[in-house]
């Protein structure tokens, strides 16, 4: 089984019996989603697109932390390109996450802020370590992640999501409670994190293998998912936008 990295050398792709794992691998930087991890990523997610052979995607990552949020020195930092490059990169990458062709399951351990909880709550099927907690500290870096806060209405409700919008890292979710409120499906040792997605995986794989049904399967979630929060979503991406032209 070939091993394809990315030009960055901060993920890699391997592809056995219709499964694709994109696996983040910076770990030294606990896998912080950087313009260059978001690069590397986006040429991976390219390369399982231009195959006929893959029915599922499993992304998980090196290291104890699956992904500690965006890379706070760039999104803090002076350059103004690349924090526009790494926000683009994540809304590429959350996008095909969830509207892509396939689908994805995600395996996660350790702290999720931020960017690792978008990537977490983006997938089809969520496997989290039982240390792990997911939170939005988007708030308190004054970043204006609209459509996440609508994303998370359509997931948990109005009254929870105001609550993890507004008060970013003071309203961090455990393992348990993510798993109780439906935001993770499966909540497993951190040790096995890796395992457990990548069988929930072959699964589905196993399955579209026998029957092809799964892409239409996908297709009527991800229908059903736009009709439940389309127009807030859409109010969200232009309110973001709107900002955005104004700075």
């Not at 290291?63 to 706070?72: E, K, M, N, S, T």
């Not at 499906?185 to 196993?206: H, Q």
Request: charged fraction near 30%.
């Amino acid at each position: 089984m070939a091993t394809e990295t990315g030009s960055n050398g901060f993920a890699t792709l391997e592809v056995d019996d219709g499964v694709a794992e994109l696996r983040l691998t910076r770990e030294e930087k606990k896998n912080a989603f950087s313009p260059a991890v978001g690069d590397d990523l986006v040429e991976l997610i390219v390369a399982i697109e231009d195959r006929d052979d893959v029915s599922v995607a499993v992304l998980t990552a090196a290291g104890d932390v699956f992904c500690a949020g965006a890379d706070v020195g760039v999104i803090t930092g002076d350059d103004d390109e690349a924090g526009d490059h790494l926000f683009e990169r994540l809304y590429d990458v959350q996008g095909w996450m969830h509207e892509g062709p396939i689908p994805v399951v995600v395996g996660a351990r350790g702290p999720l802020p931020g960017a690792g909880a978008i990537l977490v709550t983006s997938a089809d099927v969520r496997v989290v370590g039982d240390d792990s907690a997911l939170w939005w500290p988007e708030v308190g870096f004054g970043l204006t992640a609209y459509e996440r806060a609508a994303d998370l209405v359509t997931q948990v409700g109005w009254p929870k999501a105001a609550e993890l919008m507004l008060l970013g890292e003071h309203a961090k979710l455990g393992a348990e409670e993510a798993r109780e409120l439906g935001l993770v499906n499966r909540v497993v040792p951190p040790g096995d994190v890796d395992d457990e997605a990548r069988r929930l995986a072959r699964i589905v794989a196993d399955y579209d293998e026998q029957f092809g049904t799964i892409g239409g399967y996908l297709e009527a979630i991800q229908g059903a998912r736009r009709d439940t929060g389309g127009a807030a979503d859409a109010y969200a991406g232009f309110r973001e936008r709107e900002l955005g032209a104004s700075e």
